[in-house]
């Protein structure tokens, strides 16, 4: 089935210690996006990807870094940096020109810091 | 700066109609999304407005006035599976979505 994997779905982490959380897709699509969900926050952008071997950085990309070698594949470190990085992650692609195509998520992975 | 203002909480019951909106203020617009939100779960693509009017598909419309930096999501014959948060975005003049904080809608036999 067409679609977008991330993994763990719950992870936990001991402070100053770095984790990485996978975004796979097999939908073929160019844009890859990390999101931040906080409770009664909207999605916080990371980072972002429109192309393989290039990322953009989001609004809140501090304490975060990403890399883009194939396609398919859009994993997000969280550093030590990352002073708050209990949260829900949710990886996002999109398929069509940037201006008309819907976001298609993940089912997201929730960190927690302990 | 840009902002995206949608009510935090509504409560409707079983069979009825309920209506939630959405107010933005963003540098430029290309077009304004509604997500669905389970819990603990990934966002679900409802509807897009880039047009002004009205666009039904089935129990859910979503409206869109531009001059007026506004929309709504009317969703009819409510079931107990639409208990969910409902989320505003608008793309903006750099195609970058805003996103508002999303509205938890409570439904009620």
Redesign the interface.
């Given at each position: 089935d067409g679609g977008i994997t991330q993994s763990p779905k719950y992870l936990f982490r001991k402070e100053g210690q770095n984790v990485t959380l996978s975004c796979e897709q097999n939908l073929n699509h160019d844009a890859m996006y990390w999101y931040r969900q906080d409770p009664g926050q909207g999605l916080r952008l990371i980072y972002y990807s429109q192309i393989v071997n290039d990322f953009q950085k989001g609004d809140i990309a501090e304490g975060y870094s990403v890399s883009r070698e194939k396609k398919e594949s859009f994993p997000l470190t969280v550093t030590s940096a990352q002073k708050n990085p209990t949260a829900f992650y949710l990886c996002a692609t999109q398929g069509q020109g940037r201006d008309t195509g819907e976001l298609f998520f993940g089912e997201g992975s929730r960190l927690t810091v302990l | 700066g840009q902002n995206?203002d949608q009510p935090?909480e509504m409560t409707a019951t079983e069979g009825a109609i309920v209506q939630i909106n959405c107010t933005y203020q963003t540098s430029g617009f290309?077009?304004l999304?509604w997500?669905q939100q389970h819990a603990?779960?990934?966002?679900?693509?409802l509807s897009?407005n880039?047009l002004d009017g009205l666009e039904e598909k089935g129990r859910f419309s979503s409206f869109l006035s531009r001059s007026k930096g506004y929309s709504y999501l009317l969703l009819k014959e409510l079931q107990m599976k639409d208990s969910a948060s409902y989320?505003c975005?608008v793309?903006d003049s750099n195609?970058?979505?805003?996103?508002?904080?999303?509205t938890k809608l409570i439904i009620k036999p």
């Open positions: - | 995206i935090t290309n077009g999304f997500y603990g779960e990934a966002p679900t693509f897009y880039v989320l975005a793309m195609y970058q979505l805003i996103w508002g904080a999303g």
